[in-house]
T-cell receptor
Framework: ETGVTQSPTHLIKTRGQQVTLRCSSQSGHNTVSWYQQALGQGPQFIFQYYREEENGRGNFPPRFSGLQFPNYSSELNVNALELDDSALYLC????????????FGPGTRLLVL | QKEVEQNSGPLSVPEGAIASLNCTYSDRGSQSFFWYRQYSGKSPELIMFIYSNGDKEDGRFTAQLNKASQYVSLLIRDSQPSDSATYLCAVKKAPRNRDDKIIFGKGTRLHILP
């Protein structure tokens, strides 16, 4: 157990809908990173939040957005869902923004129909 | 050319043998290198990180880095069935304790044969 939790575990949405995924980091970890992992692929970096501010972003469109809250929880929001958004979404928390040692949550599996 | 390349496998290794997992990266400026293990249906977990050329050992695991060849490998000695998993190589441009995104390869599936 890494102490990082995510909800929900599974989710089914239809194309065009919006979704919010949640993550609760380890206590004291002020950095959270979000990743998308498609089937058979490695995780792809979406963005990182450090002390409630976005601190780096991968090659994802603006319809992917996030929030981080003072209580070590965070959200990933995806608008206008597309079929290709179907994937495992992972959050990872770390003590610093260097990501040297980051702890992954169990992930949310999203299916877009 | 992909930024981090790994053979997807599966790589089958007899129990007790040495498993050798390889990874190449395209950005010569990369300075931090990681190996993660991911069991089926689970999330990745960090095995090792390495920053300097040469070998770094931790128990049955040895990471090897050759920056001139842009090559990093993971050796698993005395392979056990519990080592069967997907091994993800990850690379960061920034050096240790500097901020930058981590780029993952697709992973190599390792199967240890009992």
């Amino acid at each position: 157990e890494t102490g990082v939790t995510q909800s929900p575990t599974h989710l089914i949405k239809t194309r065009g809908q919006q979704v919010t995924l949640r993550c609760s980091s380890q206590s004291g970890h002020n950095t959270v990173s979000w990743y998308q992992q498609a089937l058979g692929q490695g995780p792809q970096f979406i963005f990182q939040y450090y002390r409630e501010e976005e601190n780096g972003r991968g090659n994802f469109p603006p319809r992917f957005s996030g929030l981080q809250f003072p209580n070590y929880s965070s959200e990933l929001n995806v608008n206008a869902l597309e079929l290709d958004d179907s994937a495992l979404y992972l959050c990872a928390s770390s003590l610093t923004n260097y990501q040297e040692t980051q702890y992954f949550g169990p992930g949310t599996r999203l299916l877009v129909l | 050319q992909k930024e981090v390349e790994q053979n997807s496998g599966p790589l089958s290794v007899p129990e007790g043998a040495i498993a050798s997992l390889n990874c190449t990266y395209s950005d010569r400026g990369s300075q931090s290198f990681f190996w993660y293990r991911q069991y089926s249906g689970k999330s990745p977990e960090l095995i090792m990180f390495i920053y300097s050329n040469g070998d770094k050992e931790d128990g049955r695991f040895t990471a090897q880095l050759n920056k001139a060849s842009q090559y990093v490998s993971l050796l698993i000695r005395d392979s056990q069935p519990s080592d069967s998993a997907t091994y993800l190589c990850a690379v960061k441009k920034a050096p240790r304790n500097r901020d930058d995104k981590i780029i993952f390869g697709k992973g190599t599936r390792l199967h240890i044969l009992p």
